[in-house]
């Protein structure tokens, strides 16, 4: 496969894995009060500790970074998220791609579950004041730790 298409690929495929993982399920553990203290836009500040951008994926044929991400969680137990990547390559003009997403959650003491309604995908962050730490499932072992803030 030329390397330009091994790239687009791996974006495709991280794409994909990060916004599977910023989703999870409703069920009726989520409460008036839990809703309303979430409730907002939440930013992504940090990817394993470091401030964005953060590479996602790099080799010789290109690299791919997490420019910035949000969550907005609303009173009808629904989130709509967005991410920006950004996709460059030697002899190659750098590109920048918006993803979004949509979904439910439950909140369950300080651990919250997404679920994204077009995919099923699911999964758990932990609420923490003004924050929410979660993990990103890339598969094959590969992880990534992040934080978004109110």
């Known amino acids: 496969m030329p390397p330009k298409y091994m ?30 203290a979430i409730s907002g836009e939440y930013v992504l500040e940090t990817v394993h500790g470091d401030d964005l951008p953060f590479t996602l994926f790099q080799d010789p044929t290109g690299k791919i970074e997490i420019v910035s991400g949000r969550t907005t969680f609303h009173m009808d137990n629904s989130y709509t998220a967005s991410f920006t990547f950004r996709l460059s390559g030697p002899g ?24 994204d309604n077009a995919t099923g995908n699911e999964s758990t962050g932990t609420l923490n004041g003004n924050s929410i730490s979660t993990v990103f499932d890339m598969g094959g072992g590969i992880t990534y730790a992040a934080v978004f803030r109110k």
Do not use: H, W
Request: aromatic share 2%; with cysteine.
């Open 7 to 36: 790239l687009r690929a791996a974006l495709a495929m991280t794409v994909a894995a990060v916004l599977a993982a910023c989703s999870s399920g409703r069920d009726s553990g989520t409460g008036p009060k839990e809703v309303k």
């Open 92 to 115: 190659q003009p750098t590109q920048t791609l918006e993803e979004t997403e949509a979904g439910t959650y439950t909140i369950n003491g300080s651990a919250i579950k997404l679920r």
